[in-house]
Nanobody, 118 residues
């Protein structure tokens, strides 16, 4: 059964750091395009960072230089290291796996809340 489970969210002060993790089962993260998205209240879900099966990464302009996406093939996980957090980073963060062949399906995790506040 395919499942993506995010963890690592929480409350952090501005300037602080958090590390989100997405544990995958039923898929192999190294052959899917993986991404982290976020959705703030009243806003559309947006891409934060992505990593291709080839290891190429891309980031939203708003997080470049602060966030880093990485993949651990041995643990079958994808992580998002978030540094220098700002209040505007507050959102529910979701992990997504995209199948890059055949039906091109998308798979989502349930999300984890990140709140940046003093």
């Amino acid at each position: 059964q395919l499942q993506l489970v995010e963890s690592g969210g929480g409350l952090v002060q501005p300037g602080g750091s958090l590390r989100l993790s997405c544990a995958a089962s039923g898929i192999i993260v190294s052959i899917y395009a993986m991404g982290w998205y976020r959705q703030a209240p009243g806003k559309q879900r947006e891409l934060v960072a992505g990593i291709s099966s080839g290891g190429n990464t891309n980031y939203a302009d708003s997080v470049k230089g602060r966030f880093t996406i990485s993949r651990d093939s041995a643990k079958n996980t994808v992580s998002l290291q978030m540094n220098s957090l700002k209040p505007e980073d507050t959102a529910v963060y979701y992990c997504k796996a995209k199948k890059m062949w055949g039906t091109m399906d998308d798979y989502w995790g349930q999300g984890t809340q990140v709140t940046v506040s003093s």
